[in-house]
T-cell receptor, first 114, second 114 residues
Framework: DAGVIQSPRHEVTEMGQEVTLRCKPI?????LFWYRQTMMRGLELLIY????????DSGMPEDRFSAKMPNASFSTLKIQPSEPRDSAVYFC????????????FGPGTRLTVT | AQKVTQAQTEISVVEKEDVTLDCVYE???????LFWYKQPPSGELVFLIR??????QNEISGRYSWNFQKSTSSFNFTITASQVVDSAVYFC???????????FGAGTRLTVKP
């Protein structure tokens, strides 16, 4: 079975540019999560969706960040405009409907903003 | 408020030694889930175990074992006869029973030397 798929795996961009990260959850999973991992702050939950609907976006750092889930098999995390402090590894994860079940993570996207 | 503390930032052992990774948590919820994840040098997050708060039975899976003690709010992870391939960062995490707001500890970096 395919796991969570993320693209791109690496992204290098200049400050001020728009960045779009993509995620395909595991088929049949109805929860999707976006996390950010940095050395300073560790793993932070940014936002999560249930059945394509955003449930909690309190972790989104600021208005420059936005996330969408247009259907059950695709989600995007967009940063516009990007800043050097956005440099991090961004993970997407998905889980099944029963609450608290384990989340399965994608390989991550390493974003570098210069 | 939920909080997960992994006091050990780094641990180094020699192959075949046993090692225990500590995890202490705080929550006001009466029901919750606890997790352990492994992040090897390749960067992906690998799910290891989920434990329900109402099930305090210890669990063993091969060389891995977990000790859940509600009285001390701890969920420790022991690797028996460690191997070089066990070298990774290990994360403990907590989520309430009624939502998916998973909180991760800061992680413990385990290095197993040959």
């Amino acid at each position: 079975d395919a796991g969570v798929i993320q693209s791109p795996r690496h992204e290098v961009t200049e400050m001020g540019q728009e960045v779009t990260l993509r995620c395909k959850p595991i088929s049949g999973h109805d929860y999707l999560f976006w996390y950010r991992q940095t050395m300073m702050r560790g793993l932070e939950l940014l936002i999560y969706f249930n059945n394509n609907v955003p449930i909690d976006d309190s972790g989104m750092p600021e208005d420059r960040f936005s996330a969408k889930m247009p259907n059950a098999s695709f989600s995007t995390l967009k940063i516009q405009p990007s800043e050097p402090r956005d440099s991090a590894v961004y993970f997407c994860a998905s889980s099944a409907w029963d609450r608290g079940t384990e989340q399965y993570f994608g390989p991550g996207t390493r974003l570098t903003v210069t | 408020a939920q909080k997960v503390t992994q006091a050990q930032t780094e641990i180094s052992v020699v192959e075949k030694e046993d090692v225990t990774l500590d995890c202490v948590y705080e929550t006001r919820d009466t029901t919750y889930y606890l997790f352990w994840y492994k992040q090897p040098p390749s960067g992906e997050l690998v799910f290891l175990i989920r434990r329900n708060s109402f099930d305090e039975q210890n669990e063993i899976s091969g060389r891995y074992s977990w000790n859940f003690q509600k009285s001390t709010s701890s969920f420790n992870f022991t690797i028996t006869a460690s191997q070089v391939v066990d070298s990774a960062v290990y994360f403990c995490a907590l989520s309430p029973y009624n939502n998916n707001d998973m909180r991760f500890g800061a992680g413990t970096r385990l290095t197993v030397k040959p």
